[in-house]
């Protein structure tokens, strides 16, 4: 396991897993069909059984909720969300999908259903983004685990996080992704808060992730980013074009 996940533009644009189906209804003229709805929505499901993803995919099944309302469906959002959310720390595919749904009253009103699990756990899953966002991943798996009313609904309904293969894996490695960025040696004790782990399972994620353990520190390979080091950058102005200058601000 790579713990900086690397996805080129044209893997983004066009996962290897998308069928030639799915890549002809969203790019082709039935984008906005709601007859093709049915087959957009099977295609999320194979996404959340096999831990696969497609954010311009479920984009567009946002964007026929959008244009025909009374068609939403309030697990197929709930699922689009928990996929987005699990898909990146710092991207914007969580906010993409939220800027194509109105507040969770308004869609249930619109399918003319009592059902509040939509209601209860949309916010919720905002939630669970703003701490993913601002990398506090102590508080993230405090409310992820918790007893609150939308944890324990989205841990216990078998169609919301348990069907989701992969969903604890992935976040890991997500915010591994984002803790290998920013630190080249990392405390085993933090880092098991961190990412959710028991103390003793440290050392083997490490080893699994291509990290090493020196004593009770986790020690990240360079990366590009995490090994900034100072420079001195010079500067070599000709006289002639600082005269330019100063011609220039005297008007």
Not at 127 to 142: E, I, M, S, Y
Request: some cysteine; aromatic content about 8%.
């Amino acid at each position: 396991m790579s713990p900086v996940p690397v996805q080129n533009l044209k893997e983004w644009h066009t996962p290897s897993s998308r069928t030639e189906v799915i890549h002809e209804l969203i790019h082709g003229v039935d984008r906005y069909n709601p007859s093709n709805l049915s087959f957009m929505e099977d295609y999320l499901q194979s996404q959340v059984a096999s831990g696969e993803y497609d954010l311009l995919a479920n984009l567009a099944i946002l964007k026929l909720y959008q244009f025909n309302p009374q068609l939403s469906n309030p697990d197929v959002i709930v699922n689009i969300l928990i996929k987005a959310l699990s898909a990146t720390v710092h991207g914007p595919d969580f906010n993409v999908c939220l800027a194509l749904l109105r507040e969770p009253s308004a869609i249930v009103h619109d399918i003319d259903s009592d059902e509040e699990s939509l209601t209860i756990t949309m916010p919720f899953l905002q939630g669970l983004h703003d701490l993913v966002r601002a990398c506090q991943f102590t508080k993230f798996w405090a409310e992820f685990n918790g007893s609150s009313e939308a944890a324990q609904l989205l841990r216990s309904n078998p169609n919301y996080f348990p069907a989701h293969a992969g969903l604890v894996s992935k976040l890991r490695t997500e915010f591994a992704s984002s803790i290998a960025a920013s630190f080249s040696r990392v405390r085993l004790t933090q880092l098991a808060r961190w990412l959710d782990l028991k103390p003793a399972d440290v050392p083997a994620w490490c080893a699994e992730a291509g990290w090493s353990v020196d004593g009770d520190l986790a020690v990240v390979p360079e990366n590009g980013d995490n090994n900034v080091k100072a420079g001195v950058v010079k500067e070599n102005v000709q006289l002639k074009q600082l005269t330019k200058l100063v011609a220039a601000a005297a008007f």
